[in-house]
């Protein structure tokens, strides 16, 4: 499965992580450093709830710190894993109720991290689009720039995940 197209025309993001809203970061595997030059996003202990969408070795986070991990592709997404991200979403907005810091990462912390982290923000009473405002101001103009991903929570991830899996 590939799980991140290559897209020379992104940029990197300028930070490993960007808080959207207090408690909720969306962050990636890599950035670009003060030097201009990329740099791995390494979690340790920043955060109590990691739930990352790439998986990538050596990138933590520390041991004890609750760490989920569910992989998807930067494209379609069939039922499985758009069931898969509302778990995650519900999982970010459970911490955030008990008071704990969430990362939510992909490859850049824009697409993947930003589906999960927007619907988080519609669970908890955001309108679509005001979600998809606030991580794309909060963590880069580029967040989001996932067209399916801006449409899948435009309709509802729970009406999207049904007619993906009416379609198969």
């Known amino acids: 499965m590939r799980t991140r197209r290559k897209q020379p025309d992104v940029p990197a993001p300028d930070d490993p992580w960007s808080e959207i809203v207090p408690g909720l ?3 990636g595997h890599e950035f670009t450093g003060s030097s201009g030059q990329l740099e791995f ?5 920043e955060f109590d709830v990691v739930l990352t969408l790439l ?19 930067d ?11 509302i778990r995650l979403a519900q999982a970010a907005c459970d911490a955030l109720d008990a008071g704990r810091r969430v990362l ?29 405002r606030l991580v794309r101001a909060r963590r880069s103009p580029w967040a989001l720039h996932n067209e399916l991903f801006v449409e899948y929570l435009q309709a509802g991830l729970p009406t999207a995940r049904l007619l993906e899996e009416l379609a198969e």
């Not at 996003?41 to 202990?45: G, K, N, T």
């Not at 697409?111 to 988080?120: D, E, I, K, P």
């Open 41 to 45: 996003a390494v979690v340790r202990d």
């Open 25 to 27: 970061w969306m962050g």
């Open 55 to 73: 998986r990538l070795p050596g990138h933590g986070p520390d041991p004890g710190v609750e760490h989920h991990v569910w992989a998807i592709p």
């Open 75 to 85: 494209g379609p997404l069939d039922g499985t894993q758009l069931a898969g991200v």
């Open 104 to 132: 939510v990462r992909c490859y850049h912390g824009y697409n993947r991290s930003g589906l999960v982290v927007a619907h988080a923000l519609i669970r908890r009473g955001r309108s679509p689009d005001e979600a998809i």
